[in-house]
């Protein structure tokens, strides 16, 4: 295994979730049923799926000083992360989300990101010697756009690969986009960052055209129960996935992004690594929860690809 570092720089939440015959309406209380408090947040659910996979990697995130901060940081230590700089916020609480779901699945969240939204481009000088150590930045949406332009231009400019995973979906400035050794939006997210619609692999190869020609080298774009579709270079790839009964998809597309991540610092091809990925996001549809679904390297041994 490779001993290169990874470095994800991202958000970390702590879910609450009710579960309720149905959800309320405005200014209504229902009784709801089971109750449960888990690890979450984009950045954090990637951190926890390299170190699974057998990845080297630091967590560059922002908490409260409170229960849920300490809480994480005791996880993430326990998952073999690095934690020397995982931030604490004084004043703001660490992030949560509140989420209600019905006995059909449906549901209903409210997010205070919390010391989430003041992970600032100072806290990420304070990194900048791991980041700059790093072989691979990996990032997403969750925290502010000036933070994670700032911590790419730093990155790029040192030669380290940045991988952006770009969600929430969200407009991106041509000069991050130009700083990005590889993008991997979802369907819904390509959309928005080409004006394409996405639903098969034609005008997957066209979204991914218009996003490479702003300066990105690699676009990878997640299909679900479709695969993926790569661009590198000149070349296409389309990646298939093996017909898989889904119980929860929460995590997958994390799951997707770290394995990828993993198999890249490994020294796999593109296409390579994208087909690990798919077999580790693979097992997480399986499986409910977030970070309680992400696989163990140990596990992708014994799922063979498509």
């Known amino acids: 295994m490779s001993s290169k570092k990874i470095v994800v720089i991202g958000s970390c939440n702590t879910d609450m979730v009710v579960k309720s015959n149905r959800l309320p309406v405005p200014g209504e209380t229902v009784l709801g049923g089971a109750f449960?408090?888990?690890?979450?947040?984009?950045g954090a659910n990637q951190a926890v799926a390299i170190a699974r996979l057998s990845g080297n990697v630091?967590?560059?995130?922002k908490t409260g000083n409170d229960l849920f901060g300490r809480?994480?940081?005791e996880m993430y230590s326990e998952e073999n992360i690095n934690?020397?700089?995982?931030?604490?916020?004084p004043q703001l609480p660490s992030g949560v989300a509140l989420i209600m779901v019905d006995t059909n699945g449906e549901n209903c969240i409210a997010?205070?990101?919390?010391?989430?939204?003041?992970?600032?481009?100072?806290?990420i000088d304070k990194a900048k010697d791991i980041i700059e150590a790093g072989d691979i930045l990996l990032m997403q949406l969750e925290i502010p756009m000036e933070t994670v332009q700032y911590a790419a231009r730093l990155a790029h400019s040192k030669g380290i690969r940045v991988i952006l995973n770009p969600a929430p979906a969200a407009f991106l400035p041509d000069e991050l986009l130009r700083s990005l050794y590889a993008i991997i939006p979802n369907e819904n997210e390509a959309e928005?960052?080409?004006?394409?619609?996405?639903?098969d692999w034609e005008s997957a190869r066209k979204a991914a055209d218009l996003i490479s020609s702003k300066g990105v080298e690699i676009v990878v774009i997640t299909m679900g129960s479709k695969g993926a579709l790569i661009k590198e270079g000149t070349e296409y790839h389309e990646v298939p996935v093996a017909k898989i009964k889904a119980v929860d998809t929460t995590a997958a597309g994390d799951t997707f992004c770290g394995a990828l991540c993993v198999a890249i610092s490994e020294g796999q091809s593109t296409l390579e690594a994208v087909k690990f990925a798919n077999r580790a996001a693979g097992i997480t549809v399986t499986r409910e929860g977030a970070q309680a679904a992400i696989p163990y390297r140990k596990e992708l041994t014994m799922t063979p690809s498509p």
Do not use: R
């Not at 449960?36 to 984009?42: S, V």
């Open 83 to 89: 934690t020397e700089y995982v931030f604490s916020d």
């Open 36 to 42: 449960m408090m888990n690890p979450g947040g984009k």
């Open 71 to 73: 809480q994480s940081i």
């Open 111 to 123: 997010v205070a990101s919390g010391a989430n939204g003041s992970l600032s481009p100072q806290d």
């Open 192 to 199: 928005m960052l080409s004006g394409v619609k996405v639903f």
């Open 58 to 61: 630091t967590f560059i995130c």
